[in-house]
């Protein structure tokens, strides 16, 4: 999304027009509802997550990292970690291993205030986006989301409550959608994963802080998971120098705030279809309303805004 763009951005990491694919707005279809809204500002990045990790990782060791590539880790100590059997000292232990981190288990911080749990598959095809904006297709408990990520390349995701659910098998949902993936080839094999709406009471513990899906995470339909991380470094930086953690802390639940209220609000539609189609019927009717929305999303509306956004909405519904 456009603020984890700029949070990337300066962290010293840019993505280049040829390793990525600018989006600049995101649309919503539902049955025979389609509402788009423009970015407020900026534009957002769709990239295969191979080409992220690459600069990823150049940009650590041109700061210096040394990285130990297939090197177990395996448990914490008073003063470091295990690291291929051997104890390493260390003054700060960040927890970055994924939403089944062993690091926030062994540092005892595994005390969830809430989990909600889908799956996810996702797939890409060889195709020319058709579309400049990130496309999200709303079915029958579940969606799948659109995104190019090269000039001719296109990432298709599938989210749903339903473990055992594929790709394939969802698309007859979409008919639009699969009439227009029908003939294109595959470009990666169908991975899943499982995307959890997870809050924690404390992301840090003495001399460990946690960071990214690893220290709690919204569903995957908010496309902030990794915004949100890219702004967790940022602060988790700021909060070593200062020597202490406990502005991480704090900071880090402030960053979660917006992403966990949008996320609610999404698994509600997902719920809720009746309330999705009337939503959907109230943004096409009032684009305006969509775009504010949006503004919202992507943390560029004041408290004022939402407010009114709210009401308005909320008022539309009623008398849609």
């Avoid at 040829?18 to 769709?46: E, K, M, N, Q, T």
């Avoid at 055992?164 to 007859?172: E, G, Q, S, V, Y």
């Avoid at 209220?261 to 189609?277: C, E, V």
């Amino acid at each position: 999304m456009p603020s984890g763009v700029a949070a990337l951005r300066r962290l010293g990491v840019t993505l280049r027009p040829a390793d990525a694919h600018a989006f600049r707005g995101i649309r919503f279809l539902d049955g025979g509802h389609s509402v788009y809204a423009p970015f407020p500002s900026g534009v957002g990045i769709g990239v295969r997550r191979t080409k992220l990790h690459e600069l990823l990782i150049a940009r650590a060791a041109a700061c210096g990292v040394k990285l130990l590539w297939q090197t177990s880790v395996s448990g914490l100590c008073p003063d470091g970690v295990m690291v291929a059997g051997s104890f390493v000292r260390a003054r700060w232990i960040i927890g970055a291993d994924g939403a089944s981190s062993l690091v926030r288990r062994w540092a005892g911080l595994d005390s969830a205030v809430r989990s909600r749990r889908r799956f996810s598959r996702r797939c890409h095809f060889r195709i020319r986006p058709w579309t400049d904006c990130v496309e999200i297709y709303w079915g029958r408990r579940m969606q799948v989301y659109v995104t190019p990520v090269g000039a001719e390349e296109m990432g298709v995701a599938l989210i749903s409550r339903d473990p055992a659910l594929r790709l394939h098998d969802a698309l007859p949902e979409f008919p639009s959608l699969a009439q227009r993936l029908a003939g294109a080839q595959p470009s990666s094999v169908e991975r899943g994963a499982v995307t959890a709406m997870l809050r924690l009471k404390r992301v840090c513990a003495g001399r460990v802080a946690l960071i990214g899906d690893a220290s709690g995470g919204v569903d995957a339909i908010t496309g902030d998971g990794l915004s949100l991380a890219f702004k967790q470094a940022e602060v988790l930086a700021q909060a070593l120098q200062s020597s202490s953690l406990a502005h991480y802390q704090t900071a880090h639940r402030r960053l979660a705030r917006r992403p966990s209220l949008m996320s609610t609000l999404m698994l509600a539609l997902d719920r809720h279809p009746a309330l999705r189609r009337r939503m959907a019927q109230v943004f096409a009717c009032e684009p305006a309303l969509f775009s504010r929305f949006l503004a919202i999303h992507v943390g560029a509306a004041s408290p004022a805004t939402l407010a009114a956004t709210g009401a308005r909405l909320g008022w539309r519904l009623l008398t849609a």
